[in-house]
């Protein structure tokens, strides 16, 4: 049941897209890129500390797929999640204090880069536990579907998700209880320093569907549009009632795994070819085709979009650390809070 | 020579490759990569890819497989890219691994190592800062290290390969690069199950392992100079099964015990040593037994609530003069 990969649903989606919607899937990429460079810059002054995993080069995938949900659909996400968590609607400023372990941030600063999670734009979070994310999308699916409630659920993972068990339980089960749940694995090619070919015995993730009886899609994650078509079908389908998509966005981290990886595993080549296929720039050179005058409202966003990360960067490093109070205060739920 | 812990651990491997065709490496980015730590590095060019496995992120297969093969006569050193993955493969660990032997009336045996680096420090926050040892500490058919110098952490990697049974190896990341020490040359061993005083003293004693113990010896240098405490300091080393006769005879010699561990106080081992000195030394104890531990919480991502939950040699102190002062 895998589909060909559909080569004109970028194009009709850009034809459904007006202008202004385009340039809001520029700004929400333009604003992750942003805003992960400025991540990069602090960590390197000792700003933010720990594991920190960037999105660069991937922003196409979070920004096409969570622009063809509704703002009540559930977003869940890995480590890798500032992207997903942005483009879901969280304020950089809550994101970027989060990071900076403040208490201003999305987790008050208890959880920092890996553990995001906003309750209030249905960012249901960021695991760190590779392929934990996916169990949690089916129960949201199944609390969607339980209560009668027409909204979806998107689950992002890596390829290297899939030699984990739970990725098998996880789509077995949404399947046969036909959950409205999207599957969206980030193909960048490597989890770490393992390329997927040695990592997964069919390579063609999205093959994967057929065994499941789902639909699997490959669409190029440096196309925003490709991304937002794909997934706009696999929504309609989930509220529908006709249950769960995989969908595998082929697409490319710019940085290392984490912060303190070099990347050595791969060639400076290989980068190129991938810069020059960046999904900000492919979005831009589209816009500036079918309205040259598109040129002077990116240039706008892009202004705004600064503006908005060194407010960003403000607000965390203005902010209070959270207070030694404050450590027992989530542990176990009460009414009292 | 002079090596790291995380040196030790590499010698440890590299050595025990060589000695028995049998041994190999298997985990996440072990081989090419030289391990997230760089632990393995250098296995690969010296033992090839038969040997030195990567895996994909699988952890349940990476235990199962490898009871597997211990099973027929292989002996694995199997790697957590984190102790706090482990939890993904508990099953195998508990289930399979611990109870092989004793299902198969002693048919079969399960030779495996299970390498966990763990420990916070590093602001990991909540998945990449646990010490998940006590998980393990109850498990009969297991066997649970925790080396807290290069020496031990080589010696005691060497008899886990040895060892016919499976063994949790708990290596804490904060130690890799921060503690060297002089290696003889050769091949040594640490057996697994004595524990080992670091410190003899009379006042006090102090049972530890691990990460803390760093934190313990300067705690009883800090106090021994400002007002001449004499404290004892034990490294238990071995978790599973845990050395009785060291823990009574230095909580008889000086009749005050401090246990300090970076796992959490509720469940964690010092419960159990206080437990054994309880039942066994009571007659001879000046004071009430105290931890210091980790705060019963998650590990905060916040650095200064991180260090807040955590043990550190002025906690240690404070409670040395406290429990002196009984
Ligand atoms: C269960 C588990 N095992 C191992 C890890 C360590 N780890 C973190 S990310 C990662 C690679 C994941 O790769 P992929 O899923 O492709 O995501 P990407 O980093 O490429 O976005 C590994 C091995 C983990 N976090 N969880
Ligand atoms: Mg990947």
Redesign the interface.
Request: glycine share 28%.
């Given at each position: 049941m895998a589909l060909e990969r559909d080569k004109h649903a970028a194009e009709r989606a850009r034809l459904t897209l007006g202008e202004g919607e385009l340039g809001e899937l520029y700004r929400r990429m333009v604003l992750i890129r942003r805003f992960e460079d400025k991540v990069a810059e602090m960590y390197s002054r000792g700003k933010i500390?720990?594991?920190c995993h960037l999105y660069a080069g991937e922003e196409g995938v979070a920004v096409g797929a969570i622009y063809a949900l509704y703002d009540k659909d559930y977003v869940v996400s890995t480590y890798r999640e500032h992207g997903h968590c942005l483009a879901k609607g969280a304020s950089a400023r809550s994101v970027m204090a989060e990071l900076f372990?403040?208490?201003t941030g999305l987790?008050r600063?208890?959880?920092?880069?890996?553990?995001l999670f906003d309750q209030t734009v249905r960012f249901m979070g960021g695991y760190?536990?590779?392929?934990g994310g996916l169990p949690l999308a089916v129960g949201l699916g199944l609390s969607c579907q339980y209560k009668e409630e027409p909204e979806v659920v998107c689950c992002f993972f890596g390829d290297?998700?899939?030699?984990?068990?739970a990725f098998h339980e996880s789509l077995n089960i949404a399947s046969l209880w036909k959950l409205p749940v999207i599957f969206i694995c980030e193909n960048n090619f490597y989890?770490?320093?393992?390329m997927v070919q040695?990592?997964?015995s069919q390579e063609e993730l999205y093959h994967f569907a057929e065994s499941y009886k789902m639909p699997g899609v490959r669409v190029d994650g440096q196309d925003v549009l490709e991304v937002y078509a794909a997934v706009t079908e696999a929504a309609t389908r989930a509220r529908e009632g006709d249950g769960p998509s995989l969908i595998e966005a082929v697409t490319y981290r710019y940085r290392g795994h984490s912060m303190s990886d070099p990347a050595e595993?791969r060639s400076k080549r290989e980068e190129r070819i991938w810069q020059e296929r960046d999904p900000i720039k492919n979005l831009r050179r589209r816009m500036m085709q079918a309205n040259p005058g598109a040129e002077a409202r990116l240039e706008t966003i892009d202004r705004e979009v600064s503006e908005v990360i060194d407010d960003a960067v403000r607000f965390a490093d203005e902010s209070p650390?959270?207070g030694?109070e404050?450590?027992?205060k989530y542990?176990y739920s009460s009414e009292q809070e | 020579m002079e090596a790291t812990y995380l040196k030790a651990i590499n010698q440890a491997l590299h050595e025990e490759m060589r000695r028995d065709d049998n041994v190999f490496v298997m985990g996440e980015d072990v081989g090419e990569l030289g391990g997230a730590f760089k632990v393995t590095e250098g296995l690969l060019e010296a033992f090839g890819e038969d040997r030195v496995i990567d895996t994909p992120i699988s952890e349940t297969l990476i235990v199962g497989a490898g009871i597997g093969a211990a099973v027929l006569g292989m002996r694995p050193v199997l790697e957590m890219q984190f102790g706090d993955f482990i939890s993904c493969a508990f099953d195998q660990i508990v289930n399979t691994a611990a109870t092989l032997r004793y299902r198969h009336g002693g048919q079969a045996s399960c030779p495996l190592v299970l390498r966990a680096p763990s420990g916070a420090g590093v602001h990991g926050a909540l998945f990449h800062s646990q010490n998940p040892e006590a998980w393990f500490t109850r498990v009969p058919g297991l066997k649970v290290v925790a080396p807290a110098t290069p020496y031990d952490a080589k010696g005691l990697l060497k008899s886990a390969v040895r060892d016919d049974n499976p063994v949790i190896y708990f290596e804490h990341k904060r130690l890799y690069r921060s503690i060297k020490e002089d290696l003889p040359e050769g091949d040594f061993t640490v057996p697994i199950g004595p524990a080992e005083l670091r410190l003899e003293g009379r006042d006090l004693s102090i049972i530890t392992y691990g990460g803390t113990l760093h934190q313990s010896l300067d705690a009883a240098r800090i106090v021994e100079k400002e007002g001449g405490l004499k404290v004892e300091v034990l490294d238990l080393r071995t978790l599973l099964p845990l050395d009785r006769e060291a823990i009574l005879a230095t909580a008889r010699k000086t009749g005050k015990v401090l246990i300090v561990h970076e796992d959490r106080l509720t469940g964690g081992i010092g419960g159990e040593v206080a437990a054994i000195i309880a039942e066994h030394a009571f007659d001879y104890l000046d004071g009430p037994i105290r931890r210091v531990c980790a705060l019963d919480a998650h590990t905060a991502f916040s650095p200064p609530l991180e260090e807040y939950i955590l043990p550190n040699t002025n906690k240690i102190v404070e409670a040395i003069r406290e429990l002196a002062a009984y």
């Open positions: 500390t720990g594991f372990g403040k208490v987790s600063g208890h959880g920092g880069s890996m553990h760190a536990i590779v392929g290297g998700a899939l030699p984990q068990g989890g770490m320093g393992t040695n990592a997964v595993y650390e959270p030694l404050e450590l027992g542990v | -």
